[in-house]
Nanobody
């Protein structure tokens, strides 16, 4: 059974930082493209960041580039999303997802497995 479990969300003031974790079981994160998405209140789920299988190349949405960083710890079978310089508009439920397509994409339908999400709330 595949499980992706996110943790690390919480309430933080604007300008603060958080590190989200996504621990996988039933899948090996280094064999999948791993994506981070977020869903702000009342909005669609959107791509935030991704890390490719094996090589670990990273990609970011323009609105988080330079502030967010994704990484992978193969020994722990866990991926991370570090959120810096947080803004109130970063408030959302953050999800990790595993994709088995040939290429890493920003399209949510291209991801096969999803975590339950973790809430990030940024106060002004």
């Amino acid at each position: 059974q595949v499980q992706l479990v996110e943790s690390g969300g919480g309430l933080v003031q604007a300008g603060g930082s958080l590190r989200l974790s996504c621990a996988a079981s039933g899948r090996t994160v280094s064999n999948d493209h791993m994506g981070w998405f977020r869903q702000p209140p009342g909005k669609e789920r959107e791509f935030v960041a991704g890390i490719t299988r094996r090589t670990g190349s990273t990609f970011y949405a323009d609105h988080v580039k330079g502030r967010f960083t994704t990484s992978r710890d193969d020994a722990k079978n866990t991926v991370y999303l570090t959120l810096n310089s947080l803004k109130p508009e970063d408030t959302a439920v953050y999800y990790c997802a595993a994709g088995t397509k040939w290429l890493l994409t920003t399209t949510r339908d291209d991801y096969d497995y999803w975590g339950q999400g973790t809430q990030v709330t940024v106060s002004s």
